[in-house]
């Protein structure tokens, strides 16, 4: 099994959906962040969390919101999709920023 | 307000010569700096990274330069592969102080799409 976990690894929404995208990691970190990536921005921070009752904004955070179930999940929700939401999306968690983030595959999202 | 900027948005090289890619940032309270590969349909891993303390890092063929004065830092490959033609993302944060702004989290750059011709 991988190390983080998303899913869907696809999804096409319409407009004015909500909806959800999931994380799991068994790495054991209390640290996770989602990220979105853009042709010719990079990865870009949505929300983030250091522990289970921690929870913080990114750089990007308006139109998503998020929810930390447990130290193992950590899931995205797009409360009203809008086009320019579609997006590539990466879940992440570490322990230290020096030991690096270990990265899920990606959600690819498509808002129509 | 880009932070972390990679300026060149692709690089093309030759197998066994050397792949130079560039980074530059603005916030002086990073101290820790990395580099992540990225491979289509997967998501980034982490390659190589250096503490403010240092001015170089290798491991293996990969070498990152920083030049705080100059707030830029590179990865070097060499001799390059095929098999690293990828995307590569630099990276930023702030290891201390405990609390800041920029603490635990990563600023990534654009991204340099280098392409490896056999």
């Known amino acids: 099994d991988a190390d983080v976990t998303q899913t869907p690894r696809n999804r096409i929404t319409k407009t004015g959906k909500r909806i959800m995208l999931e994380c799991s990691q068994t790495k054991g970190h209390d640290r996770m962040y989602w990220y979105r990536q853009d042709p010719g921005l990079g990865l870009r921070l949505i929300y983030y969390s250091f522990d289970v009752k921690d929870i913080n904004k990114g750089e990007i955070s308006d139109g998503y919101s998020v929810s930390r179930q447990a130290q193992a999940k950590f899931s995205l929700s797009l409360e009203s999709a809008i086009p320019n939401q579609t997006a590539l999306y990466f879940c992440?968690?570490?322990?230290?920023?020096?030991?690096?983030?270990?990265f899920g595959s990606g959600t690819r999202l498509t808002v129509v | 307000d880009q932070q972390v900027k990679q300026n060149s948005p692709s690089l093309s090289v030759q197998e066994g010569r050397i792949s130079i890619l560039n980074c530059d940032y603005t916030?002086?309270?990073?101290?820790?700096f990395l580099w992540y590969k990225k491979y289509p349909a997967e998501g980034p891993t982490f390659l190589i990274s250096?503490?403010?303390?240092?001015d170089k890092n290798e491991d293996g063929r990969f070498t990152v330069f920083l030049n705080k004065s100059a707030k830029h830092l590179s990865l070097h490959i060499v001799p390059s592969q095929p098999g690293d033609s990828a995307v590569y993302f630099c990276?930023?944060?702030?290891?201390?102080?405990?609390?800041?702004?920029?603490?635990?989290?990563?600023?990534f750059g654009q991204g340099t799409i280098l392409t490896v011709h056999p």
């Open positions: 250096i503490s403010s303390i240092k």
């Open positions: 990276a930023a944060s702030a290891v201390f102080p405990a609390g800041g702004t920029s603490y635990g989290k990563l600023t």
């Open positions: 992440a968690t570490s322990d230290r920023v020096s030991d690096g983030y270990t």
């Open positions: 916030n002086s309270m990073f101290d820790y």
